[in-house]
C-alpha cells in the first residue's frame, strides 16, 4: 500500500469535518482578501453616487500635474533607496558570512533594530540630527560648526527608507551567502583563480537571485511606505501621502482607490519576483553542499570590522536619539532628564491608552493570526482532498504579499462599511483592526509554516492510520508540538509589525480606539514631537522584550524539540 492511498484512507474517517474546515478556510480567506480587493479595484471605476465612470478617475489622476508628479518622485525615490539600501546590506551581510571579524552577533542584533521601530521613528530621529534644532545642524548646539542639509523633502525620506529597508535586504542577502557550496571555491583556487577573480565568478553569481530579491524587496517597501513621507517628506509628494490626502483631507475615494492600483503595481511584481527567486534558491541547495570555510585575513578582518561598526553606529545613533529626545525637558534649551513627555494626557487624548489598545491589537493579532495561519497552512499542505481548492487557498495565501498596507486598509474601508454587507458590524471595532493586521502579514508567517510542516515526515500520516489516530490528534500530538519553534516565530513577526504598522490601520481606527502608531502621526502633525518620539520609544522598547522574549522560550523549545527529534 502506498503513502498517499495510506493517507487518503486515514482522512476518510474525518472526511466531512475536514472537508467542512477547507470550505471554511477558502472563505475567510474569500472575505478577507478577495472581497476587499475587488471592492477596491471596482471603486476606482465608480463616482460618489456610485455610477459606472470608465477610466476617467485614472485620467483625472494621470493628467493633473500636481497629482502625477507623486509618481515619478515615488520612483525617485524608492530607485536611490534600492541601490543604496541592497548594497549597504550586500557588504553588511558578507562581512557575517565571509569574514572572521569577531563581534558578528551583536552586528546582527544592532542590524535588525529597525524592525522592532515604526517607519515614523526615523524620521523624528533625523529631525532631532538634521532639523532646524537638530545636534548635527548646529553642531552640537554650537560646539562645532554645523553642517545643515535639506531635510524635509526628498532626501529626508531617502535616509528614512534606507533605514527601513536596510534590514530586509540584510535578512534576504545573510541567507543567500549562508547557501554556497564551499566546492565551487575549492575548484577555483586548483584552477589558480585568485580573490577577486573568485568574487566575480562564484560569489556574485551565487547571489545574483539574491540580489535580485532584496532589489524588489526594498523597492516595494519603499514605494509604499507612508510613515516616512509623512513625518520628513514635507511638501513633497509620493503615492501614499497622495492616498492619505485624498482619503482623510478630501474624502475622495474613488481617486484614493485610483491611487491604491498604482501603489499595488510594483507590489504585484515583486511578489512575481519573490516567487521566481525562492524557487531557484530551493534549487540551489544539495544535502551535498559544503559550508564556506573561512580563511583567516587580518587586514580583511579588520576593513569589514570598520566598516560595520560604522553601518552599527549610524543605526545607534538614529535610535538612541530618539530616546535621549523623548527623555528632554525642552529640545534644545533645557537638555536635563525627565520623564514629562511620556505623560500624554496633553498631547493624546486618553495619554498612555493608544500604547495599551497597540498592545491589546498586538496579541489579538499574534494569537489569532498565529492560529488561523497554521491550521491554514495545515489544511494546504498536510490534507490530501480537494487538490485544485487547496491550490486556490496556496495562491490567495500568497496573495498578502503583494498588497501594501494601505491598499488592505482603504480596500476594508469599501468592503465592510458596506451597509447590505453581513460583516458591517465589524466596521469601526478592534477586530477590523486585527483582521487587517493578519492580512497584512499573513503571507510570510503562511512561508513559515509550511515550510516547518514540510520538514515532517509523511510516514506519520501512515502510522496513525495504521494505528486508527484520527487526523486531530496527529495535529495536536504531533503536528503542532514539532513545529512550535515556527509557531513562536510566526507569534513573534505578528506582534511586532501590529506594533510598528501604520499603513494597514491608519484608516481603519475609531476616534475612541486609537493606536499607538497613529497617535505618532498626529502628534507629529500637531508638532508635538518629543511626545511622538516617546511613543516610538515606548513601541521599540515593547518590541525589544517581546523579541527577547520570545528567543528565550524558543531556545528552551528548540532543544526540546531537537533532543525528542535525536531518539
Request: proline residues 4%; glycine residues 6%; positive net charge.
Amino acid at each position: 500500500m502506498s503513502i498517499q492511498s495510506a493517507i487518503r484512507r486515514k482522512f476518510r474517517k474525518d472526511d466531512w469535518l475536514i472537508r467542512l474546515l477547507v470550505i471554511l478556510m477558502l472563505v475567510v480567506l474569500f472575505v478577507a482578501i478577495v472581497g476587499p480587493l475587488g471592492e477596491l479595484f471596482m471603486k476606482a471605476f465608480r463616482n460618489q453616487q456610485n455610477e459606472w465612470v470608465g477610466f476617467s478617475y485614472f485620467t483625472a489622476y494621470l493628467t493633473t500635474p500636481a497629482l502625477s508628479q507623486s509618481i515619478s518622485h515615488s520612483l525617485y525615490v524608492s530607485t536611490l533607496t534600492t541601490l543604496i539600501s541592497v548594497g549597504a546590506a550586500f557588504f553588511y551581510a558578507y562581512a557575517l558570512t565571509r569574514t572572521g571579524m569577531s563581534g558578528k552577533r551583536w552586528f546582527r542584533y544592532i542590524a535588525l533594530l529597525p524592525l522592532f521601530a515604526p517607519t515614523m521613528m526615523h524620521g523624528i530621529a533625523l529631525t532631532y540630527l538634521f532639523g532646524n534644532q537638530g545636534l548635527v545642524t548646529t553642531g552640537l548646539f554650537g560646539l562645532v560648526p554645523g553642517f545643515p542639509i535639506p531635510l524635509y523633502g526628498s532626501l529626508g525620506i531617502i535616509i528614512s527608507e534606507i533605514i527601513y529597508t536596510f534590514p530586509q535586504a540584510f535578512l534576504i542577502l545573510i541567507v543567500t551567502f549562508s547557501i554556497v557550496d564551499y566546492r565551487l571555491y575549492e575548484a577555483a583556487q586548483t584552477l589558480g583563480a585568485g580573490k577577486w577573480k573568485q568574487f566575480w565568478t562564484i560569489t556574485l553569481p551565487q547571489a545574483k537571485y539574491g540580489l535580485i530579491g532584496s532589489l524588489f524587496v526594498c523597492f516595494t517597501l519603499s514605494f509604499t511606505d507612508f510613515g516616512a513621507p509623512k513625518v520628513v517628506g514635507g511638501q513633497y509628494n509620493v503615492l501614499p501621502t497622495d492616498i492619505y490626502k485624498q482619503v482623510i483631507g478630501q474624502q475622495n475615494m474613488s481617486m484614493g482607490a485610483v491611487i491604491g492600483i498604482l501603489l499595488t503595481l510594483p507590489a504585484l511584481a515583486a511578489f512575481f519576483v519573490d516567487r521566481f527567486v525562492e524557487r531557484k534558491q530551493q534549487s540551489m541547495v544539495s544535502v551535498k553542499s559544503v559550508p564556506y570555510q573561512i580563511a583567516p585575513n587580518r587586514i580583511r578582518d579588520t576593513l569589514y570590522t570598520v566598516y560595520c561598526s560604522l553601518v552599527a553606529l549610524i543605526i545607534g545613533v538614529l535610535l538612541l536619539t530618539v530616546v535621549f529626545a523623548s527623555l528632554v525637558k525642552v529640545w534644545p534649551y533645557r537638555l536635563e532628564l525627565s520623564f514629562k513627555h511620556y505623560d500624554f494626557s496633553d498631547v493624546s487624548a486618553g495619554g498612555l491608552e493608544p500604547f495599551w489598545n497597540s498592545l491589546l491589537v498586538a496579541f489579538l493579532t499574534a494569537v489569532i493570526g498565529t492560529g488561523l495561519t497554521f491550521v491554514h497552512a495545515y489544511l494546504i499542505e498536510k490534507i490530501r482532498i480537494w487538490k485544485t481548492l487547496r491550490q486556490l487557498g496556496y495562491f490567495l495565501s500568497l496573495l498578502p504579499l503583494a498588497l501594501p498596507g494601505m491598499v488592505i486598509g482603504l480596500g476594508y474601508i469599501f468592503f465592510f462599511n458596506r451597509p447590505d454587507n453581513p460583516l458591517h458590524a465589524m466596521y469601526g471595532t478592534i477586530w477590523l483592526v486585527v483582521l487587517a493586521n493578519v492580512v497584512h502579514f499573513y503571507s510570510v508567517s503562511f512561508i513559515t509554516a509550511t515550510t516547518s510542516l514540510k520538514r515532517l515526515d509523511k510516514e506519520y500520516e501512515v502510522v496513525s492510520e495504521s494505528m486508527r489516530v484520527s487526523v486531530f490528534q496527529l495535529f495536536f500530538r504531533v503536528s503542532a508540538p514539532v513545529s512550535l519553534p515556527a509557531i513562536f516565530e510566526m507569534a513573534a513577526y505578528y506582534f511586532v509589525n501590529a506594533m510598528v504598522t501604520i499603513s494597514a490601520v491608519v484608516f481603519l481606527y475609531s476616534p475612541d480606539f486609537k493606536l499607538a502608531s497613529v497617535s505618532i502621526v498626529n502628534m507629529d502633525d500637531a508638532g508635538d514631537v518629543a511626545a511622538a518620539a516617546a511613543m516610538s520609544t515606548l513601541i521599540l522598547v515593547a518590541n525589544i522584550v517581546v523579541r527577547l522574549g520570545y528567543e528565550l522560550i524558543a531556545h528552551r523549545v528548540l532543544k526540546r524539540t531537537e533532543a525528542w527529534q535525536k531518539r
